[in-house]
Each structure stands twice: as C-alpha cells, then as structure tokens.
Nanobody, 124 residues
Framework: QVQLVESGGGLVQAGGSLRLSCTAS????????MGWFRQAPGKEREFVAT????????QYTDSVKGRFTISRDNAKNTVYLQMNSLKPEDTAVYYC?????????????????WGQGTQVTVSS
C-alpha cells in the first residue's frame, strides 16, 4: 500500500503561482511513476502531468504546457507540481496518483494509488 498526501493548494489571483506537493509513504517511492490529475465541479477528472520513476521523462496535457512543471525528489518521497501563470480555468481539486508499472501514462485508471486531493481556486 502507498499513502499519498497532497498539500499546497489555495486561493490565488489569475497570473499567480502555486506549488503543490504530494508526499508518499508505505512503499519505496522511486518504484512509482507519479501523476497529477484535476477535477473541476461538474467535470470529469482530467490528466495534468506525469513523471517517470527517475524523473527523466515527463508528459503534460496541452493546456498546461509552458505553465506547469512536474518534478520529484525521491530522497524526500515527494512529487511537485509548480503552477505558474494560473488561469481561472485551472480551478479544480488536484490529485496526485502513483503507478507501479514503468511507462508513464495519462490514463487515470492505470494508476494504482490516489491522494485525497487539494483545492486550487484561481480568481479572475
């Protein structure tokens, strides 16, 4: 089992920045590819970004490319999502997820473990 705890969400004005963190416990963190997803009210959960076990491979959804950066610190069992130039449409609950299989993926059902989520609200 892996426990994931997100933090760093909050209220920010459009154009501002936030950094989300997700800390893992229970298993060896470096065994897992990690992902960030988000869910806005009334919408389905959508992929945001993913990072490979070593951090060498990343993938982003088109709407956040150039604004968001995913990174990880395996020594701290933590994955980050740096969010810059935030827009009101980025408002959502953000979830981190862990995947034991090597290839990174944007498909939510291919992740094995999920955090409880952290709210990000961007005001216009």
């Amino acid at each position: 089992q892996v426990q994931l705890v997100e933090s760093g969400g909050g209220l920010v004005q459009a154009g501002g920045s936030l950094r989300l963190s997700c800390t893992a416990s229970g298993r060896t963190f470096s065994w897992f590819a990690m992902g960030w997803f988000r869910q806005a009210p009334g919408k389905e959960r959508e992929f945001v970004a993913t990072i490979s076990r070593s951090g060498g491979n990343t993938q982003y959804t088109d709407s956040v490319k150039g604004r968001f950066t995913i990174s990880r610190d395996n020594a701290k069992n933590t994955v980050y999502l740096q969010m810059n130039s935030l827009k009101p449409e980025d408002t959502a609950v953000y979830y981190c997820a862990a995947r034991q299989v090597v290839p990174i993926t944007a498909i939510s059902y291919e992740y094995d473990y999920w955090g409880q989520g952290t709210q990000v609200t961007v005001s216009s």
